[in-house]
């Protein structure tokens, strides 16, 4: 089998991993593999259901009805699938950001969703995000960031791209709601946000999107034959 590689991108909400990871894997020509869409699509199940993300008894009553599926369209954008239908724009709101946290505090789904991803890293070179790509998920990564930024500017730029798709959004809660999240993800006993002991921090909070591409793409090449 052809050798695949990885790199793996975590950090808090807001940091700017979607974006630098979609960028980078446009610039390597790897795939990218968003794994906060697939926590978000178990919480937007679990959620239509009537199931508290907190009920661990409930999520594990249902889990099992649930089929997750990443697929890819023609220009390489990432979709997800619940049982079959695509409800890629319908995770992408402030309440399933904050369900999708606590769902992924709760072992079932972690358990859950392990293998899927490392199946995806098996057959595809990847750039992967997420909060736990380079301390569980793939341990191994060739490249593993550390993206961060402050609160105040992860809030910020969470607003003003709510603005911009024409959403309401209120700073003042926006930063609450990301502070509450980083506690949540930090807290968790399973697989919690945190940096690898091998990871590359880089700190986004005065750079923009070019020069932290840039950044990160030097370090991928040294690690990662071209
Ligand atoms: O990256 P995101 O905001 O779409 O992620 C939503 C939630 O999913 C996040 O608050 C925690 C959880 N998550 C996780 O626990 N592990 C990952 N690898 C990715 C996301």
Redesign the pocket.
């Known amino acids: 089998m052809k050798k695949t590689y990885s790199i793996a991108i975590d950090g808090p909400?807001g940091a700017g991993?979607s974006t630098i990871a979609r960028r980078m894997a446009r610039e390597l020509g790897y795939r990218y593999v968003?794994?906060?869409?697939i926590?978000?699509t178990v919480a937007y199940f679990l959620d239509l259901l009537g199931i508290s993300p907190k009920d661990t008894d409930g999520v594990e009553r249902y889990i099992d009805e649930l089929t997750v599926e990443i697929r890819y369209d023609e220009e390489g954008a990432q979709h997800m699938l619940m049982n079959g239908m695509d409800v890629t724009s319908d995770i992408r709101t402030q309440d399933i950001?904050q369900k999708?946290?606590l769902v992924?505090a709760q072992p079932a789904v972690r358990e859950m969703l392990l293998d899927m991803q490392r199946e995806v890293a098996r057959q595809h070179t990847v750039v992967m995000?997420?909060?736990?790509?380079g301390t569980v998920?793939l341990p191994r990564a060739d490249v593993k960031i550390f993206l961060t930024a402050s609160p105040e500017v992860r809030a910020r730029r969470r607003t003003d791209e709510l603005l911009a798709k024409g959403q309401k959004a209120e700073y003042p809660r926006i930063l609450q709601e990301i502070l509450r999240?980083d506690d949540?993800?930090i807290h968790r006993p399973i697989?919690p946000l945190k940096m690898a002991r091998d990871s590359v921090k880089v700190d986004t909070s005065e750079l923009d999107i070019d020069s932290v591409v840039a950044e990160i793409l030097r370090i991928v090449k040294e690690k990662i034959p071209q």
Do not use: F
């Not at 995000?129 to 790509?133: C, E, M, T, Y």
């Open positions: 909400a991993k968003d794994t906060g869409a926590y978000r950001s999708a946290s992924s995000d997420g909060r736990d790509i998920v999240r949540q993800d697989a």
